[in-house]
């Protein structure tokens, strides 16, 4: 097994796509937080992408990136030993070119030998991955390093399996980090803590008590300079057999035999190999109006900009019991929610004007926001004379208690479990190709796309997709405000 550093070595982070959204928006200030927590000291970043530009510009790049998607503003003092420690190159140079860049980082790091590291983190397209492999070996640039790969990992089973075997040529699967950036979110470990670590809730996490799962992820963003990748991606791609499933395997595990990367991997991956292959006909997807206007988008796309659909996962906890997914772009509201509705009792003995049941079935909700919150509804009296019941909730945010600002950005979190060698919250090669085994029935008959109002909850065809039950987005009763420490 794989062993675990306590903490960073010295390293050279290689950077490939650091000129695009991902490295603006989150990489380049994750960077930086890490490195002002202390958590990355010794260390050197080397960008590099397509285009052509000078160290000067790349690091100017970066601050601004900081400046507008990091915490706080980017003073020079702030900036200083940070900025000394970005150079960049272009990919289009070649391979000899990227070496001599680690290599003269690595000679400003303090330490020295074996103990230095190499991080490459390739965000690029499932199409590059493979260019970039290449050029790694060509460049000699395999020894001491581990690689993260960024989601989607190909785009089906056998562009999936191809990638696996053509890393495999030149990097070993204890180098290789497949990045699933909502399990570094702190919403989803408190899954497995809110699970296992408690014996309140496990007794009831089965098909006797839970009656249907939603895990939906909104969102009001549109493509924002993403057009191009998102055309040849499209919602399911990008965000289902990606984040959703993930999600969806911390909810519906059994327990590990411990913490530890196999087991948990394990669990999950029995999870992905119970799921029916998905049916095109309990899909919707969906397609805003005015995403075909955009340029770089074909005329007559065909690419679903949301999609919704149910899950059926056969094993003897879940069986029965529906998994709702939703998500998209450009709709009403943005939010991460799971929401485990659970069965209603099997009697009611309150009179029909009570209002007992008038308001959906009791459900614990998990919100996978940065500030995570959770929440469980039920009915209760409401004062007063008669019997008048009305739906109330407890609710907890981590951002009410004392460690909330010790909180750690999910590419933060996961960047570090990489530079430490620990594969925890990383996919598998076997677990994403499963994903992909059951998503072809969907990929090979994909239902036809239906346009959505931007600002709407997509398609009206959801609707019939869950009943008899509802979508709980929009909530009716919205969070309690919560209170900063
Ligand atoms: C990314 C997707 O992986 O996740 C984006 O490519 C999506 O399309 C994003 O907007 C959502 O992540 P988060 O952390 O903002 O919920």
């Not at 470990?189 to 809730?201: E, H, K, M, P, Y």
């Amino acid at each position: 097994m794989a062993t675990i550093d306590d903490k960073a070595l010295p390293h050279v982070i290689v950077l490939f796509g650091a000129t695009g959204d991902l490295a603006r928006r989150k990489l380049l200030p994750g960077l930086l937080r890490l490195h002002e927590a202390g958590l990355m000291t010794d260390a050197q970043i080397v960008g590099t992408s397509l285009e052509e530009m000078a160290d000067e510009d790349f690091v100017a790049f970066a601050r601004d990136a900081c400046e507008e998607f990091g915490k706080g503003d980017i003073t020079d003092a702030r900036w200083q030993t940070f900025g000394e420690m970005i150079s960049y190159v272009s990919t289009k140079e070649g391979p000899h070119a990227l070496a001599d860049a680690v290599k003269l980082a690595e000679k400003k790091l303090q330490g020295a030998g074996n103990d230095v590291r190499r991080l490459h983190y390739l965000s690029v397209p499932p199409k590059a991955a493979q260019d970039v492999i290449r050029q790694l070996e060509e460049a000699d640039l395999v020894e001491r390093a581990r690689i993260i790969m960024e989601k989607p990992f190909g785009t089906d089973l056998e562009s999936a399996k191809e990638l696996n075997a053509k890393i495999h040529e030149v990097f070993t699967e204890e180098q290789i980090f497949r990045i699933d950036h909502f399990l570094g979110k702190e919403a989803a470990q408190n899954i497995l803590a809110f699970r296992f670590a408690n014996g309140l809730f496990e007794p009831i996490w089965n098909r006797n008590f839970i009656d249907h799962v939603q895990i939906d992820i909104p969102e009001t963003l549109g493509l924002e300079g993403r057009t191009a990748f998102y055309e040849s991606t499209g919602a399911y791609r990008d965000m289902v057999v990606t984040h959703l499933m993930q999600v969806l395997a911390f909810m519906a595990m059994e327990p590990p035999t411990s913490l530890a990367p196999d087991p948990i991997g394990e669990e999950k991956n029995k999870v992905f190999r119970s799921i029916q292959p998905l049916d095109p006909r309990n899909v919707v997807r969906g397609q805003y109006s005015g995403y075909r206007g955009k340029n770089e988008v074909a005329d007559d796309s065909d690419t679903e900009t949301f999609i919704a659909m149910k899950v059926i996962i056969d094993n003897w906890r879940w069986a029965g019991v529906p998994f709702f997914l939703r998500t998209g772009k450009k709709l009403a509201e943005g939010a991460r929610i799971i929401s485990i509705a659970f069965k209603e009792p099997p009697l009611t003995m309150f009179p029909s004007n009570s209002g007992a049941g008038t308001q959906g079935p009791d459900h614990l909700t998990f919100d996978l926001a940065d500030q995570s919150k959770m929440s469980l509804s039920f009915y209760g009296k409401r004062p007063g004379p008669g019997m008048k019941l009305e739906k109330l909730s407890m609710q907890f945010a981590t951002q009410e208690t004392s460690s909330a600002t010790g909180v750690l950005e999910a590419y933060e979190r996961l960047i570090h479990d990489a530079m430490r060698g620990d594969h925890t919250l990383f996919t598998t090669a076997e677990g994403i190709e499963t994903l992909w085994k059951i998503s072809q029935p969907l990929l090979d008959n994909p239902p036809p796309v239906r346009l959505y109002a931007p600002g709407s909850w997509g398609p009206n065809s959801i609707h019939q997709l869950i009943a008899p039950h509802a979508w709980r987005l929009p909530f009716e009763r919205s969070w309690r405000e919560t209170k900063k420490q």
